[in-house]
């Protein structure tokens, strides 16, 4: 079955460093979301990206955030300066339409210290 | 109000009962509907979409109420591996973007 993949699994960083969370998504799909889920809380919508712009984003994905399809298998989300705060865990996933078929990777533990 | 409601349990059940519980929305024009089930610390994984006339998979009915704006799932027969937190789930405002609730954990014992 074709899957979602995210690297790192886990990736420490001190405040103020830059991080770059990177997604594989399935290959014909052509929607790619990010989410995040702080830990005991929902999971968010952060940002939608399709035909190589972002097509949707929310309040929470603000100037320190960015995202990019580089080449065509992998989609990033890069964080600019790390704050506490955005420790969490961070999902990619993609659709090829729609709502429906979404796939999630394994996610990405993000912990700023 | 939370787009999402989802009352946080949990539920405690012995295996082979039945558990159900719901969810709340509150945007009207929400088109798609979905629960999904999450293990501790991993990723949401799609357990059902929900349609207007109410559907089943296996031992798992989902319902949808529009006019009261809910959404239900029903669990028959419950297994060990049943225990996980279920998250109901609709598109939100946008055209794609999916709006979560904080989930319901339920927890099968032997």
């Known amino acids: 079955e074709p899957e979602v993949t995210q690297t790192p699994s886990h990736q420490v960083t001190q405040m103020g460093q830059e991080v770059i969370l990177r997604c594989v998504p399935i290959s014909n799909h052509l929607y790619f979301y990010w989410y995040r889920q702080i830990l005991g809380q929902k999971v968010e919508f952060l940002v939608s990206?399709?035909?190589?712009?972002?097509?949707?984003k929310s309040e929470i994905f603000d100037d320190q955030f960015s995202v990019e399809r580089p080449d065509g298998s992998n989609f990033t989300l890069k964080i600019r300066s790390t704050k506490l705060e955005d420790s969490a865990m961070y999902f990619c996933a993609s659709t090829p339409r729609g709502t429906y078929g979404y796939t999630f990777g394994s996610g990405t533990r993000l912990t700023v210290v | 109000r939370k787009e999402v409601e989802q009352d946080p349990g949990p539920f405690n059940v012995p295996e082979g009962a039945t558990v159900a519980f719901n969810c709340t929305y509150s945007n009207s024009a929400s088109q798609s509907f979905f629960w999904y089930r999450q293990d501790c610390r991993k990723e949401p994984k799609l357990l059902m979409s929900v349609y207007s006339s109410g559907n089943e998979d296996g031992r798992f009915t989902a319902q949808l109420n529009r006019a009261s704006q809910y959404i239900s799932l029903l669990i028959r027969d419950s297994k060990l591996s049943d225990s996980a937190t279920y998250l109901c789930?609709?598109?939100?405002?946008?055209?794609?973007?999916?709006?979560f609730g904080a989930g319901t954990t339920v927890t099968v014992r032997a």
């Open positions: 789930v609709v598109n939100g405002e946008g055209d794609y973007k999916l709006s």
């Open positions: 990206f399709y035909n190589n712009e972002i097509s949707e």
